[in-house]
């Protein structure tokens, strides 16, 4: 979308010349013309044409949808090293990072999606055979047990729900990567 840009400027009691005022509508005009459409009928709007958003948007767990995505990022939820209850706290990435270096580490899932919405998140856990990790009573893992985890390297574990979390669906995407 062009930058309007008026060539006139007015100010109180100042005459205002007819051709000054066509020439400051035609810019109008031409720049509206030239930018997205948008409308509005009742509470959805409606744009049609590009649309750059530049800062975070929030949907409040609304649906999008018929969306194409490209090129885009999940935000990252880093843990420090991690022992004795860790809390992963979904809302803040669907990503999470951390490190199992003293003593039992606990891991608790926080506020998943609603009930109705398939939820995903990844752990990418380092060390995670060092120590014994216990998992959420609700996890349900391929063949009923827990994957063995790496001793001394990375392990990628990828959790499912549709139950907000009554019920997880766990199982190991990579482990031991090199």
């Not at 199992?100 to 919405?117: Q, Y």
């Not at 893992?141 to 997880?168: C, K, Q």
């Amino acid at each position: 979308m062009a930058d309007l840009a008026i060539t006139n400027s007015f100010s109180a009691g100042t005459a205002i010349v007819a051709s000054q005022m066509n020439t400051n509508f035609t810019d109008i005009t031409t720049w509206a013309n030239g930018a997205p459409n948008i409308g509005q009928s009742g509470s959805t709007v409606t744009v049609d044409g590009a649309l750059t958003v530049a800062q975070t948007t929030l949907f409040s767990d609304q649906t999008v949808s018929r969306g194409n995505f490209k090129d885009y990022g999940e935000v990252v939820n880093t843990h420090a090293t991690t022992g004795g209850t860790q809390t992963i706290e979904l809302e803040n990435g669907n990503v999470a990072t951390a490190t199992v270096a003293t003593s039992t580490t606990t891991f608790v899932f926080d506020n998943p999606a609603a009930t109705g919405t398939s939820f995903s998140w990844t752990l990418i856990l380092t060390n995670g055979g060092s120590q014994t990790v216990n998992w959420p009573a609700a996890v349900d893992w391929a063949g009923g047990t827990a994957p063995t985890l790496t001793t001394s390297g990375v392990d990628i574990l990828t959790f499912v729900t549709i139950d907000a979390g009554t019920r997880w669906y766990g199982f190991a995407a990579g482990l031991d990567m090199k």
